[in-house]
């Protein structure tokens, strides 16, 4: 089998490069180096060798389109993405630049390829919009309401899929991602919050907690998800899928976790500072119907996942 895999050089995209070779693909990775990072793919090619392309790559082009039909994958793994709320609302043009025509890019090449299957990362938090805590976790029956240009250009992107499916025939299955945490993932860039955390608590360093820390997230561990797109090259045809846990923690009971996971003792105390613009008070997926059309379930626990992120991090600092 062979894969093109967009975004192949950033957190969860060189994860699930990882996983692929070391099960026998042929993978090429497509990434403009914007966030991602050449040290992602180190692993991988001591894994792949011969297996593994490089091209170095920005799918708004329209030398992405031609490279899929010259390459003609089995599937495509589309993860590039601007995929922050903050910069979307800052600069909402450059976010659908990328996320809505680089998708349509991507789809093109399908097309031309004659490609099999698209697997697409969508954004769980993003995608469904703020609902009652009340109705979480959330199921893929809840309505698509985004709430920031970020969620909206993810949105289009499964219309597109849809549409596609329906013209030309080209299978997809899109995954609904919670906040996917684990090692390798940028506290500088792309991070979420358990990345951050994670490198000031090794460095002894105060944390910042934004708006009163009860808000709650989802965490879901990245070897459980790259597990789901692999999954999703074969099952879950034409479906948009939960890749979360359904459980909710408080920022503050993560806090909590992770300086305990490091060591400190007392624990340092957190800086409040108010809330930042775009951010969901509560978020929660529920996984069901990923186990049903997948077989997938989360099989890390957030204590154990964790203690990677910290035990990776303790070798950077």
Same mark, same amino acid.
């Given at each position: 089998?062979?894969?093109?895999?967009?975004?192949?050089?950033?957190?969860?995209?060189?994860?699930?490069?990882?996983?692929?070779?070391?099960?026998?693909?042929?993978?090429?990775?497509?990434?403009?180096?914007?966030?991602?990072?050449?040290?992602?793919?180190?692993?991988?090619?001591?894994?792949?060798?011969?297996?593994?392309?490089?091209?170095?790559?920005?799918?708004?082009?329209?030398?992405?389109?031609?490279?899929?039909?010259?390459?003609?994958?089995?599937?495509? @793994?589309?993860?590039? +993405?601007?995929?922050? /709320?903050?910069?979307?609302?800052? %600069? =909402?043009?450059?976010? *659908?630049? $990328?996320?809505?025509?680089?998708?349509?890019?991507?789809?093109?090449?399908?097309?031309?390829?004659?490609?099999?299957?698209?697997?697409?990362?969508?954004?769980?938090?993003?995608?469904?919009?703020?609902?009652?805590?009340?109705?979480?976790?959330?199921?893929?029956?809840?309505?698509?309401?985004?709430?920031?240009?970020?969620?909206?250009?993810?949105?289009?992107?499964?219309?597109?899929?849809?549409?596609?499916?329906?013209?030309?025939?080209?299978? @997809?299955?899109?995954? +609904?991602?919670?906040? /996917?945490?684990?090692?390798?993932? %940028? =506290?500088?860039?792309? *991070?979420? $919050?358990?990345?951050?955390?994670?490198?000031?608590?090794?460095?002894?360093?105060?944390?910042?907690?934004?708006g009163d820390g009860e808000q709650t997230r989802d965490f879901v561990y990245i070897d459980d998800?790259?597990?789901?797109?692999?999954?999703?090259?074969?099952?879950?045809?034409?479906?948009?899928?939960?890749?979360?846990?359904?459980?909710?923690?408080?920022?503050?009971?993560?806090?909590?976790?992770?300086?305990?996971?490091?060591?400190?003792?007392?624990?340092?105390?957190?800086?409040?500072?108010?809330?930042?613009?775009?951010?969901?008070?509560?978020?929660?997926?529920?996984?069901?119907?990923?186990?049903?059309?997948?077989?997938?379930?989360?099989?890390?626990?957030?204590?154990?996942?964790?203690?990677?992120?910290?035990?990776?991090?303790?070798?950077?600092?």
């Open positions: 089998m062979r894969a093109v895999v967009t975004g192949g050089a950033g957190f969860i995209g060189s994860s699930l490069v990882d996983r692929l070779l070391a099960e026998g693909w042929k993978v090429d990775v497509v990434d403009d180096l914007s966030t991602g990072s050449l040290a992602n793919l180190a692993d991988a090619r001591t894994i792949g060798r011969r297996s593994l392309s490089f091209h170095n790559l920005d799918i708004t082009l329209s030398q992405s389109e031609e490279l899929i039909k010259k390459i003609k994958p089995d599937v495509i @793994f589309h993860l590039a +993405a601007q995929s922050s /709320v903050r910069p979307s609302l800052d %600069n =909402p043009v450059y976010d *659908a630049q $990328v996320n809505i025509l680089g998708t349509l890019r991507i789809l093109e090449g399908a097309r031309l390829a004659k490609v099999e299957r698209v697997v697409y990362a969508a954004s769980g938090g993003t995608l469904y919009g703020e609902v009652a805590s009340s109705k979480l976790p959330l199921d893929e029956s809840a309505p698509i309401a985004p709430m920031s240009p970020y969620g909206v250009s993810k949105k289009v992107g499964l219309d597109y899929l849809r549409l596609y499916r329906e013209i030309y025939g080209i299978e @997809f299955c899109a995954l +609904a991602l919670a906040n /996917v945490y684990g090692p390798r993932q %940028n =506290p500088h860039g792309e *991070a979420g $919050v358990v990345a951050i955390f994670a490198e000031k608590l090794c460095k002894k360093q105060q944390c910042v907690i934004y998800v790259v597990d789901a797109f692999v999954r999703a090259s074969e099952q879950g045809g034409g479906l948009l899928l939960n890749i979360g846990t359904g459980i909710r923690v408080s920022i503050n009971d993560l806090y909590q976790i992770m300086a305990k996971a490091c060591g400190l003792t007392p624990i340092l105390e957190a800086i409040h500072l108010p809330p930042k613009a775009g951010e969901l008070r509560d978020n929660s997926l529920d996984p069901t119907r990923a186990l049903v059309h997948l077989g997938w379930k989360q099989w890390t626990s957030l204590k154990d996942g964790v203690e990677e992120v910290i035990k990776s991090a303790k070798q950077v600092v």
